[in-house]
């Protein structure tokens, strides 16, 4: 994990911006989600990524729409950063006939075709092999697309993410597998978890190529992914990046997380990937920090819009239950 | 007696059964140091220390399977397989295994073992933490399968199945964990395989269990001018036939309530066996009533609508009561 | 038509949809080089490359969820999980993922694919070879769960599975595995939801699949004095309710023949379903015949006892003609 | 994998014959089933382990009773070496009362609590976790016992592998993994089915000790096994073995065996770990070939004695269909 400056990667201003944004409009969303959760007004669990943006942004970033990813329970950053509108998105949370899903599934299950999104996941693990599925597809359809398995440290303990290195490697399949190590399995650290939290270790056993970054800095990420994906793209195979990130929630909202110091909290805080992006921005590409507060203030704006069109939506139809359980009309 | 929340009971049972008998383990995600995901195992490490209460890596098949290995090796574990739905990821164990080791062995090893998963259906956790499984479960010769509706039963069943000499599974309702009941003070134990009376009755039986029983206790509570035997069944396998077989010899009917999908659910067992022992007393057309066809949908006013309420169950009641066999 | 061998039957629908579709791809353990390792994909290989035609490791369950992930890209995956009861190492990719695509992305996804297992029942392979799990299959919403008896279904519902928009699990019986049949020289296919009426009958209606399918016919075929109507079922979800429910409208009588165990087995679904809906026909008690509660015994005096035979079915037919309503 | 000389690894000559006699008892028994079963007696699936002997004799003279195995379907070998009572084996394999489960379970199923045989498995890496399980309590008890699981390199693709090996070592369980490592899974050649041959790279990636032996070796494969359980009676927790190795049958009996050649078939049978160990039983420790072949003849009247006795008993009674569905009597 050496320090990445962003400069020297090729990242131009308007990327570094956008960059930016992609996080920005990650942590706004969450933010705002969590506090609907606390308010009452989102049910069900939610699984905020507060912390980690840098990832979702930095290797998504170095996708197309046409690249597929699958991600987890922790899903919404990978999905915006993918292309996930924020409206159907908050719909979901919102359980509205607007919904991404109609409503029906919610937040652990957000998926689009039209940006690759083959799906959130709420089992630990699944989502794996689907990444590896779209993978075959790519290298049968020749079109250079990629196909990205999100997961988190907790998920490399589940056997079919070894199935899916093992896999992966051996046909030399285009995915990239991203691990986003925020040392937590919900309440239980990786110290108890994992026998060697150096996840890289695992995919190098398979011959896989990989590589640990600082999650918490989205040019190191976009790096990698670029590098990754450029490996992908050109036939050579998969490749894993282990993202050392940050979860600066509970596991879900509502966790007291009794089981860490508050200290804990705050120094990861301290490592906020968008402080530093919004530095990095200042300091190498000279953008004034106003500039950035309008972004902000924009997200803020189509957030809360967002939120407005799903609590102006209809709650979905009990009627329409059952559609949908066998796929309708010819694809 | 005490009054205890639904989860406090579970609690309790494992702190009972493990003080009681050091063979006694509890092992699973987020066990030991957090006390478990929802509070059920609070205080284990505590007590019993690290070597009997162990957090484990997210890695299902292999904690069930070690503690299927560790009760071959005398021991009486408790694992933990968080969410019901999880249990997709460990099922060979399960099944295979676990279920299948006295009789592969002919008697030669057993596994004394409990298998908790959590049914978090009716709590918004939308189609892959919702699911009720237990008719896969039934289905498994050598598997026991327990859900207590309330704390008494999930204490005292939870007590049943960690001395049952095979492998149990303990199903627990989610959207129970904080209803209040009284358990007795002293060691009491649920018997596995006999269902509880909840309510005598003359017109109907109706047949429910665990997320759905008390949302059929509600229903029946509102019934004044039909007399409803109310059957909470406890036990999924083996069920207590008896019990319903002679009430509904008394009653002439049947309506079973379950929050599974209908379609092969175990209301189907239950309707079946019915329909074939009480031919000759049936005097209207057994009758489930479960989930649509669907997995099972998160916005709460559709999961409302995807379970069975007290409403739909007293329109199935009634309807069931006004049914009558067309002379033949 | 032709005469040809159950595995050749399905080895020529692989064979036909591959050359039909290019999207359609075939993985599995065995599945290439070696041409299945029963023989049934023989020769894919060799006619289709190695980019759709491959050899996987033992990962039934990344192999399934590559199909999964395969399928929601554009392609249409024919995966082989080799015996039924492996699906349990796959269980998660089969119902929380393939089975729910279409119902959670509310049709923005769907997963074109067919997953094929061999039930080896009857076999003499033991109680982790030999299971018949259909059941749990048929308690998923979004699964379609099929098995041919014969050659031309094996064929014709092998191909309606592949041409299916959503996941299509067929289940093959080793059993039958060399047994001859006709099969049509053009493309015929078995439309999955639709039963076979093998042999229409007054008396009492039969109900069958699979493995129990040919002993059931053997049994009929003895009967001299009754007139049975055989049907053998073919997609075991979902059941093609109104052919049977006709049926018994007309004969007053249902058994239910299958190999699994009976408790809480498919048959239950139909025995209540009939029970229900034919409340007023029935002049006899529903009545299922299946495997005893235990796991599947290896020996082959025993396998036997454990299946119904034959003479089972005669006697299960005889007392259920002779059993008659008792006056109300 | 170096070559192992007996006499530098305190293998007497005492001990030395017992290695033989176990492979010996292991050869023999399979070569009767493998007839047998050509013959039309035995029934179902056998899959013999046959040019593998020196892995089940080798592991098992480093364990006592009171230590755990789990097994496979290709199990026999590992059964016998364990203590497995050939009489009650060959009965199972026969499906008669006598056998080890009244012929109910047959050859993929021989279990025997009075020696430690926890079970051979029918599913590929199903053994495993069970095991990890014996180890677990082997930890709990203290009294310095073993678990050893058995499995071959197809099951490395299994992902419960995976998971062993991670709990394994992270709670540091008195485990021996042993991978017999014979290039197939089934007719899918290892090359086929593994990215990466080296099984010892995964252990080595959970930080866990893995030794690769020649197994076809059986001092090779003792010392390792003497290595590897001292560490786990020691509490210095578990290790991996990939004993390298040769099926010289097909994967089942009646496997017509088109996907190798015979050249290959030939070439491992002078890989005889039986033929190996019988010139250096006479070059290193002086027994005399006619001493040998009279444990063969022994041996031979052994199991033919099995096998009598398996043919003369009852087929098991149908009757008892239903036992032990659940333990009967308390425990
Ligand atoms: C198969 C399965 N087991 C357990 C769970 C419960 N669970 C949900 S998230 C989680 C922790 C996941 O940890 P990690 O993979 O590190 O992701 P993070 O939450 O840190 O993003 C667990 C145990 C689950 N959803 N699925
Ligand atoms: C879960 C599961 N998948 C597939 C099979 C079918 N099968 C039986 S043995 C075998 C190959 C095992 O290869 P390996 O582990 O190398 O053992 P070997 O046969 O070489 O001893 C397979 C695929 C099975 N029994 N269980
Ligand atoms: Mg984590
Ligand atoms: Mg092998």
Redesign the interface.
């Known amino acids: 994990m050496t320090a990445v400056r962003s400069q020297d990667v090729g990242v131009d201003r308007e990327l570094a911006i956008d960059l930016y944004r992609t996080m920005r409009r990650i942590r706004q969303f969450e933010t705002t989600a969590g506090e609907l959760f606390a308010a009452g007004e989102l049910p069900g669990f939610i699984h905020l990524s507060i912390g980690q943006e840098a990832v979702a942004a930095g290797v998504c970033a170095a996708l197309d729409d046409a690249d597929y990813i699958t991600t987890t329970h922790r899903g919404h950053g990978h999905c915006i950063a993918k292309g996930g509108r924020l409206r159907e998105m908050m719909a979901e949370l919102y359980g509205r006939e607007g919904g991404y899903a109609l409503g029906r599934s919610g937040s652990m299950h957000i998926a689009d075709n039209t940006v690759g999104i083959l799906g959130a996941n709420a089992i630990v693990g699944g989502g794996i092999p689907m990444a590896v599925g779209g993978g075959y597809a790519a290298q049968l359809a020749g079109r250079g697309q990629v196909s990205v398995a999100f997961f988190g440290d907790g998920a490399v303990a589940e056997g079919v993410l070894h199935e899916c290195l093992n896999l992966a490697e051996l046909w030399q399949l285009p995915v990239v597998f991203v691990c986003e190590h925020n040392g937590y399995a919900e309440m239980t650290p990786v110290s108890k978890h994992l026998a060697n939290a150096e996840v890289t270790d695992l995919a190098a056993a398979y011959g896989m190529p990989a590589e640990k970054v600082d999650g918490n800095d989205v040019a190191a990420v976009l790096t990698a992914a670029r590098a990754a994906t450029a490996r992908a793209r050109s036939g050579a195979g998969p490749t894993l990046i282990e993202a050392r990130t940050t979860r600066w929630r509970g596991h879900f909202e509502g966790d007291p997380q009794k089981y860490r110091a508050r200290e804990e909290i705050t120094a990861m805080t301290e490592r906020d990937p968008l402080t530093h992006w919004r530095d990095v921005l200042h300091a190498a590409h000279g953008v004034p920090p106003a500039e950035l507060d309008q972004v902000d203030a924009d997200i803020a704006d189509l957030v809360g819009a967002a939120v407005e069109a799903a609590r102006a939506m209809p709650l979905s139809d009990p009627g329409g239950l059952s559609r949908h359980v066998y796929p309708e009309g010819a694809r | 007696m005490t009054t205890v929340k639904y989860w406090q009971a579970i609690n309790r049972a494992l702190h009972e059964e493990m003080a009681r008998d050091d063979r006694v ?1 509890v092992i699973g ?2 066990v030991a ?2 006390g478990g ?1 929802f509070g059920a195992t609070k205080g284990l490490l505590e007590a019993f220390g690290p ?2 209460v ?6 299902e ?15 009486r ?1 408790v694992v933990e397989v968080m969410f019901l ?5 460990a ?7 676990a ?14 073992m409990v298998i908790r998963s959590i049914c978090a259906s009716g ?7 919702s699911q009720n ?1 237990e ?2 479960l ?2 498994v ?2 598997l ?1 399968v327990v859900w207590g509706s309330t704390p008494a039963d999930a204490r005292g069943l939870l007590k049943a199945a960690i001395r049952d ?2 492998p149990v599974y303990v199903i627990e309702s989610l959207v129970e964990w904080s209803t209040r009941g009284e358990v007795a003070d002293e060691d009491e134990i649920v018997p596995i395989g006999v269902a509880a009376v909840r309510r005598e009755g003359t017109d109907l039986t109706l047949v429910t269990w665990g997320g759905a029983a008390p949302r059929a206790a509600r229903a029946v509570a509102q019934l004044e001018d039909v007399s409803v035997e109310l059957i909470d069944l406890r036990t999924i ?1 083996p069920w207590d036939r008896e019990t319903v077989l002679a009430s509904v010899r008394r009653t002439g009917r049947l309506l079973v309530v379950h929050d ?2 209908v ?7 239950i ?3 019915v ?3 009480c ?2 007393e ?7 009533l479960g989930a ?4 099972a ?6 999961e409302a ?2 379970l069975p309420q007290p409403e739909d169950i007293v329109s199935a009641v009634l309807e069931t009561i006004r049914t009558v ?2 002379a ?1």
Chains 1, 4 share one sequence.
């Open positions: 383990l995600e987020d140091d957090p995901p070597d009997r162990r957090d484990t890596p997210i890695s098949a292999a904690i069930v399977g070690a503690a299927l290995g560790a009760a071959m090796a005398g021991y574990p739905d999880f249990v997709t990821v099922m060979d164990q399960v099944v295979n295994q279920a299948k080791v006295s009789y592969m062995s002919a008697g030669n090893f057993a596994a004394p709590r918004r956790t939308g189609p892959q933490h499984l008719a896969w039934a289905h010769p050598g026991k000499d095979g396998s599974a999908v379609d092969f659910g175990v209301g189907a067992e309707a079946a066996t329909a074939t022992e031919f000759d049936l005097v209207a057309p057994v009758r489930r649509p066809y669907a997995p949908p998160f916005a709460p006013h559709l609508a995807y066999r067309k033949s």
